[in-house]
């Protein structure tokens, strides 16, 4: 009995240790790969240098123009995301009617639950156009249209983490402001909102996180040129895409250009390693403000 | 107009944005469901689901990529439900409270947060090359494994954190082990919110894309996958490869495949709300 115990326990052990190896996993691959490509290319020019062409006869490694086009594609999508986001979590939690919220909140979940490779469908072959015809001279290809869909795609990560966290709000604070005769939105914006900020600003840390690392919709709307540029009109590439690129076509294994995805790779990882842990240690201190 | 009228007039006014703001989110849902509907549906019949790809998109089908993510999600299901649900119960019932599962705590919430196609070079590397599976459907499959592992995890833990402990404190008193505990009264009285998180789970592993194109899964497979050690497509790689051609014909395919997909998606995670709601009902402690 007691070794039947032991044993099962072990077993359990285990499986929850195999999360460990992923991790030292991962950052292995990453690192070992990565050291081997930084032995053939300097890691300044890495940082410094502002084209990125591997897989032409001029080979350049800088990583800025893949950062900028991350960058650029991840700024649209919260700037689409946070607002709206955030404006949905707040009316629901102080405006709507129980069965409005009730009605809205799974049909958002279905947005949660569309396959990303179809947001990318959606944004070249539907706001692509619409923006061309907006936008005269907009480039088929363009950080705007991925960024928007991207966007879209992450405002229910952001209304669900906000409205759970304005919800956790004690009712007195929200009870407390009405009685000194505040409106519905002086409440909302000068005590919940506020009161709740930790728990919303996590959301849009793992919102943003969550457009670094995002792969399809960028890979299949905004382009396959890295580009150094702030302009959303034209093709740029994000680091995703260029990992995408390369696997799509033959590149032997071992090879520079091989090896310069798992570059690609470590840079996406700190990038997102960095806001995970921020959004982390949030989440723990606000915790605590609460328990 | 006093400052009291001005405040309501605001306040009113930020209703509406509300109620545009939310309208927005699901006029994008229903542009988008529509404009897929319209573009693909008329495709779709026996033969676009029983065809092999195809040069000419009038006769390309979904066949090998419908049968790969079926043995993706088969494969990935064997895989990670026994280790996701293991290490969801060691962390919430043994493990509580020691340095080790402190450590497991924090990682598990890292390895959610890691961008999947982070896990497509893990699994490049370790199970295509080290592991020799090359792009097989094993090494797909390991690959999403571990990708919706913590998902898993995270979802077995609430389910078991549910449960009251005076549940566990009874078994405990009738002189019931600790396995016996968790085997006789934990598991099924969190079963559905297991349930639920797995097959949320899986949905999201059939809709990966990015992973399965790093490890190697291919776009082109004139062949139906007949063993985990086949090479393979699935039906987003088919959709990508499909929506990368200039044909508008290919378009056309990529939205009918896209239903496909979709309602194989929302037919989970249909039943996974439904499963939540019947159980939230039915448990009343």
Known sequence: MRTKEKIIEAGLALAAIITVFTTIGIIWVLLSQGIDFFSEVSIIDFLTDTQWTPLFADKHFGILPLVAGTFLTTFIAIAVALPVGLTIAVYLNEYAPRNIRSLVKPLLEILAAVPTVVYGFFALSVITPFLQSLLPGMAGFNALSAGIVMGIMIIPLITSLSEDALYAVPKSLREASYGMGSTRLQTAFKVMVPAASSGIIVSVILGISRAVGETMIVAIAAGQQPRLTINPMVPIETITTYIVQVSTGDVAHGSLEYKTIFAAGLALFVFTFILNNISYWIKKKFQEKYE | ?285
Do not use: H
């Open chain 2, 1 to 285: 107009m006093n400052s009291s009228q001005k405040n309501r007039l605001k306040d009113n006014a930020f209703k509406y944005f509300g109620i545009g703001c939310t309208l927005f989110g699901l006029l994008m849902l229903a542009i988008f469901l529509g404009n897929i509907l319209i573009e693909g549906i008329g495709r779709i019949d026996w033969g676009f689901i029983t065809s092999f790809p195809s040069r000419n998109p009038g006769k390309a089908g979904i066949l090998p990529a419908l049968i790969g993510t079926l043995w993706i999600m088969g494969l990935t299901a064997i895989i990670a439900i026994p280790l996701g649900i293991s290490a969801g119960i060691y962390l919430e019932e043994y493990g509580k409270k020691n340095r080790l599962a402190n450590i497991l705590e924090i990682n598990i919430s890292n390895l959610a947060g890691v961008p999947s196609i982070i896990y497509g070079l893990l699994g490049l590397e370790i199970f295509g090359r080290i592991m020799g599976m090359g792009g097989s459907l094993l090494a797909g499959a390991s690959t999403l494994s571990l990708l919706i592992l913590p998902i898993i995890i995270v979802s077995t833990r609430e389910a078991l954190k549910a449960v009251p402990t005076s549940i566990k404190e009874a078994s405990f008193a009738m002189g019931a082990s600790k396995w016996q505990t968790v085997w006789y009264q934990l598991l099924p009285a969190s079963f559905g919110g297991i349930v639920t998180g797995v097959i949320l789970a899986l949905s999201r592993a059939i809709g990966e894309t990015a992973p399965l194109i790093v490890i190697g899964a291919l776009a082109y497979v004139p062949f139906v996958p007949s063993s985990p050690a086949d090479e393979f497509s699935v039906l987003p790689i088919q959709i990508f490869n499909w929506i990368g051609r200039p044909q508008k014909g290919f378009a056309i395919n990529a939205a009918s495949a896209i239903i496909i997909l979709l309602l194989v998606t929302f037919i989970l995670n249909g039943f996974a709300m439904f499963l939540r709601n019947r159980w939230q009902r039915k448990v009343k402690w």
